[in-house]
């Protein structure tokens, strides 16, 4: 069971970049996925998240109206739409799933147990 992130880069502030996470192995039916990022030092932070069943999204305060992620259940992919970039956004950026389970939280890193390898972001001003 892999997850594989890519579509990270340099750019500049105002640019757009779009992640992309391919799974394999396995089907990710009934799981949420979503992406998070960390900066050196700080905590791994969730960016935005997107159920199986509903595809309803959820987002970072800090990333609402700028990021839209997606899922095509069909090719096992989740993406990451990101626009109007700030250098606040560098970070590496990792993709997750999360097995259904109603009892936990959502936005919780520690609940998310197959993780891709990072995706560096970086946005110069």
């Known amino acids: 069971v892999q997850l594989q992130a890519s579509g990270g ?4 502030a105002g640019d757009s ?3 992309t996470c391919q799974a394999s192995g396995r089907t990710f039916s009934g799981y949420t996925m979503g992406w ?5 030092g700080q905590e ?13 999204t ?15 259940n069909a090719k096992n ?21 999360r097995p259904f389970n109603p009892y936990t939280s959502l ?11 990072g995706t560096q972001v970086t946005v110069s001003s």
């Open 9 to 12: 880069g340099l750019v500049q």
């Open 17 to 19: 970049l779009r992640l």
């Open 36 to 40: 998070f990022r960390q900066t050196p």
């Open 44 to 56: 791994r932070e969730l960016v935005a998240i997107i159920l199986w069943s509903t595809s309803d």
């Open 58 to 72: 959820h987002y970072a305060d800090s990333v609402k109206g700028r990021f839209t992620i997606s899922r095509d």
């Open 77 to 97: 992919t989740v993406s990451l739409q990101m626009n109007s970039l700030k250098p606040e956004d560098t970070a590496v950026y990792y993709c997750a799933a």
């Open 107 to 117: 936005y919780s890193p520690s609940e998310y147990t197959v993780w891709g390898q």
